[in-house]
């Protein structure tokens, strides 16, 4: 699986982004997908994933009720829509497919992954 992730940019603290991931290689229903993001100086940690079908979905803390994650299927991509952001959601984001369908938090547990998108919240 290909994977490219592209949306990120320059936001002020409160704005709004929206992440795509847009996968080619292999069937898409065969994985679950999650984006995971690394601030410089840190280690790379989990922010959501997505079951294959779209009706699982799991969220770092730090992130719930300002983040959703969803696929479509039909067009082979998945998203991550941030809302309310602030300065510590700072990073480099990442898509991941993972062939364990449910999805999981752990990056190990990721088959393939994109390139990575900048995402910097000014204050």
């Known amino acids: 699986v290909q994977l490219q992730a592209s949306g990120g940019g320059l936001v002020q603290a409160g704005g709004s982004l929206r992440l795509s991931c847009a996968a080619s290689?292999?069937?898409?229903?065969?994985?679950?997908m999650g984006w995971f993001r690394q601030a410089p100086g840190k280690e790379r940690e989990f922010v959501a994933t997505?079951?294959?079908?779209?009706?699982?979905?799991y969220y770092v803390d730090s992130v719930k009720g300002r983040f959703t994650i969803s696929r479509d299927n039909a067009k082979n991509t998945v998203y991550l829509r941030m809302n309310s952001l602030k300065p510590e959601d700072t990073a480099v984001y990442y898509c991941?497919?993972?062939?364990?369908?449910?999805?999981?938090?752990?990056?190990?547990?990721?088959?393939?992954w994109g390139q990575g998108t900048q995402v910097t919240v000014s204050s």
């Open positions: 997505i079951s294959w079908s779209g009706r699982t979905t």
């Open positions: 290689g292999r069937t898409f229903t065969n994985y679950s």
């Open positions: 991941a497919a993972s062939a364990r369908g449910y999805g999981s938090i752990q990056a190990t547990l990721y088959d393939y």
